[in-house]
């Protein structure tokens, strides 16, 4: 370089990065302005929005950035902003990747935070929630697998599900009754969408056999034999035209409002009652306990704790303002009514008995269905290890070469365990 | 007698100014230059070299976002011989670029020669054709797709007025691709306008000795306009089938991001982000960047040595 001595050419991109840099920071920070990361739809993010302004009031001088997005999104995004070390302070844990971020060193230990008051939790509680013997999360809420069920269309039909009991409620009888009311169902309505990907009815299902979505040393806890009865259970009803296919329910995994008005029965999630009974405010909706296998073995019952964390390398003079506001989260009623319960119960037991004065009917019965649950003696559960964050993905290939006929149900579930084992193995 | 002769008075040119001290007026104006292309050399470097430069080391490596890199020399590129879903992206990208570039650039000739004639309303056909290639690859156009192909979509129900039951489109291995091709042809706006410019660059003479010659409108066609377009389809084939190795946000869309039906519609580029961005499988995915990088240069200069056998540009005898 002859026009341009070096050292003042680089002297110019140095000034120029910097000022680059520097107008990437935007405003600065004075301290206390906290960064807080969740996903959900766009109801959920207008609801947390109005959540963290309300946070924003009872608190001056402390400042919220919030940081949302979709749920597949959301994981993409805290991974690459975990490369760049510039993870959020507050931040939601996607149910496969909590103990990837834990490997990562993301979680900051909660239980030494002033601000932040654990005494509506029981010891034991407090203890269930503990990654490595360190309390480094706390459940935001709590889900359950559950049936929903659509009592208009069993009032049309004058039809009723099996009783509520062990005896009724199994899954050879719930297989029974689909196919009996699929015969006599209207013109385009199923008795259940085929839900095979449901990842919380699975896992009771693995739990009754006496099996394990997630073992202790972070490998799979179910067999081929155990993933092809549940394969096999899609197929009978599918075989005698008691679910959608495939092709009526765009895929392994519908959304609500495709498959709604379509079916009597669906499997998912307890919270997902909040947001889908009302896309169909004509019909109403009840909601159980999966059904159960005679046999079904001891402590199967569970609750899937939705974690949120705060950020390993949150300054010190931040963690006030984010103890404060994850007490806000977990503590608070005034955040519940502003946010309502589309996450599902609290974890808090407090909280829980709080949630029925802001609750709707359906949420009401989310509530009940959860405390029905947890009431029951649980096993203990594992949570994803690394490596797992595909799992669904590999499960929703092999329902599709079972339902489209493109491989038996043995070959399927065989494949299915070989790639989640082979992805565990890469991430190990 | 002396004659006096008229001398033009020689123009005085102002004497040179003595050259200043310092740097010469080139070296100010390097100065300057350089000072205005900082920009772009920032850039050039922050943005384009050094990522590129990264992801060349990242593909050496096992990295997962969350760790730090790990240097495994061949391995990701050796796993790309036994990943089963890498060579099935493979055949499905191979599939997409052999049948959707010929199609679309055949479509998009077509309607450029129907356009290159006048018609009344002309600049609105054409912005209207044009459309789609603004739109095509983006998401509100894959979820319209999903709403054509879908159980209940428009083509299922246009179907239906005749008595055929439909499946959905995107959810049958055998016509999920299928779709996405239309889609791509759909966006034939691109390619159309540039070759609706070279056929204004084609003679009119030309055209009439043919017709002297008694060469009819498909005479015509084959043997003027498309000898003379060769050098616009070569240069449409060349982007456009660049263009369809890198396609991506169709797929994504409309398989919700997993390149299903059963792998059907898994791009190259979208198993490439499943694997960086859902497995963090970084290193991995910085392989399959740099593989696609040079299969890409491998056909395109391929594309190169062929056109000397078809590309006819008219300053040749």
């Known amino acids: ?35 807080y990361a969740w996903w959900g739809d766009t109801i959920r993010q207008q609801k947390y929005t109005a959540a963290l302004d309300a946070f924003i009031r ?59 008051d654990l005494s509506a939790f029981s010891a034991a509680q407090l203890e269930s929630y503990k990654i490595d013997g360190e309390l480094n999360t706390l459940p935001r809420s709590v889900l359950t697998a559950a049936v929903r069920y659509n009592q208009t269309f069993l009032d049309e039909a004058g039809a009723q599900l099996p009783p509520d009991d062990p005896q009724s409620w199994t899954w050879d009888g719930l297989s029974e009754f689909l196919i009996d009311y699929a015969r006599d169902a209207p013109e385009g309505r199923k008795a259940i969408h085929h839900n095979a990907y449901g990842d919380l009815n699975f896992e009771a299902w693995l739990r009754q056999h006496g099996q394990d979505l997630w073992s202790a040393d972070g490998r799979m806890g179910f067999d081929v034999a155990t993933l092809a009865e549940w394969f096999e259970w899609w197929e009978v009803l599918r075989r005698a035209g008691a679910t959608t296919s495939l092709s009526e329910q765009e895929g392994p995994s519908p959304e609500w409002d495709v498959v709604g008005d379509k079916v009597l029965i669906t499997f998912g999630n307890s919270n997902h009652i909040a947001d889908e009974a009302p896309m169909f405010p004509d019909y109403e909706f009840g909601l159980r306990l999966m059904p ?69 009917d359906d949420e009401k019965k989310m509530l009940a269905v959860v405390e029905q649950e947890m009431a029951q003696e649980q096993k203990p559960r594992y949570e994803a290890p690394p490596g797992s964050g595909t799992w669904r993905t590999i499960m929703g290939r092999g329902i599709e070469e079972v339902a489209l006929g493109r491989a038996s149900v043995s070959d399927a579930a065989a494949r299915v365990i070989a790639d989640i084992d082979r992805e565990l193995g890469r991430a190990s | ?117 006048g018609m009344r309303g002309l600049a609105l056909y054409r912005s209207a054709f044009y459309l789609p290639s603004l739109l095509g690859s983006s998401v509100a156009v894959a979820i319209l797709w999903r709403q054509l192909f879908g159980h209940e979509g428009l083509v299922n129900g246009v179907l239906g007025w005749f008595g055929i039951e439909g499946e959905s489109w995107l959810q049958n291995p055998d016509t999920a691709l299928s779709t996405l091709v239309v889609l791509n042809v759909w966006t034939f706006g691109s390619p159309m306008i540039i070759f609706l410019a070279g056929l204004r660059q084609i003679p009119e003479e030309l055209y009439e000795a043919a017709r002297v010659d ?19 389809v070569f240069f449409n084939l060349v982007l456009q089938t660049i263009g369809a190795f890198q396609a991506f946000t169709q797929a994504h869309v409309i398989s919700e991001g997993q390149g299903g039906p059963l792998d059907s519609t898994l791009f190259y580029t979208l198993y490439l982000y499943q694997q960086g961005f859902n497995s963090f499988n970084m290193g991995y995915a910085s392989a399959m960047a740099w593989v696609l990088l040079l299969v890409i240069a491998v056909v395109t200069a391929g594309h190169f040595l062929l056109s000397k056998y078809w590309v006819f540009y008219g300053d040749e005898r």
């Open chain 1, 1 to 35: 370089m002859d026009a341009m001595n070096r050292r003042r050419f680089l002297q110019l991109v140095g000034f120029g990065a910097g000022m680059t840099a520097l107008a990437s920071c935007g405003g600065g920070s004075d301290g206390t302005a906290i960064r």
């Open chain 1, 58 to 116: 009872q608190n001056p001088g402390i400042e919220v950035r919030p940081e949302f997005a979709d749920y597949d999104a959301y994981q993409e995004r805290i991974t690459v902003q975990t490369a760049g070390r510039d993870v959020p302070d507050i931040f939601w844990i996607p149910s496969p990747q909590v103990m990837s971020y834990h490997d990562a060193g993301l979680y900051r230990r909660l239980d030494d935070i002033g601000s932040l």
């Open chain 1, 292 to 360: 159960v296998l005679p046999d079904a073995a001891a402590g199967h019952r569970f609750g899937y704790l939705s974690r949120l964390a705060v950020y390993q390398g949150i300054d010190d003079d931040k963690l006030d303002a984010a103890g404060r506001l994850v007490h806000f989260n977990i503590n608070d009623p005034a955040f519940l009514q502003i946010v309502g319960l589309s996450v599902g119960a609290p974890a808090n037991p407090r909280m829980l008995q709080a949630a029925y004065s802001v609750a709707n």
């Open chain 2, 1 to 117: 007698m002396t004659q006096d002769t008229l001398v033009r008075p020689v123009a005085q040119s102002p004497p040179p100014r003595p050259p200043r001290r310092g740097m010469p007026s080139f070296r100010r104006q390097g100065r300057a230059a350089h000072v205005f292309l900082l920009p772009f050399l920032l850039g050039l470097v922050l943005v384009t070299a050094v990522p590129l430069l990264a992801s060349l080391y990242l593909s050496f490596t096992d990295y997962d976002l969350l760790h730090d890199p790990e240097l495994i020399g061949l391995e990701n590129f050796r796993r790309m011989a036994e990943d089963q879903r890498f060579w099935a992206s493979v055949g499905v990208t191979l599939k997409y670029v052999l049948v959707s570039v010929p199609l679309q650039l055949a479509f998009a000739l077509l309607l450029a020669v129907v356009l290159d004639k």
């Open chain 2, 214 to 232: 008694g060469a009819g409108r498909v005479r015509q066609f084959w043997s003027v306009t498309v000898p003379l377009l060769t050098p616009i």
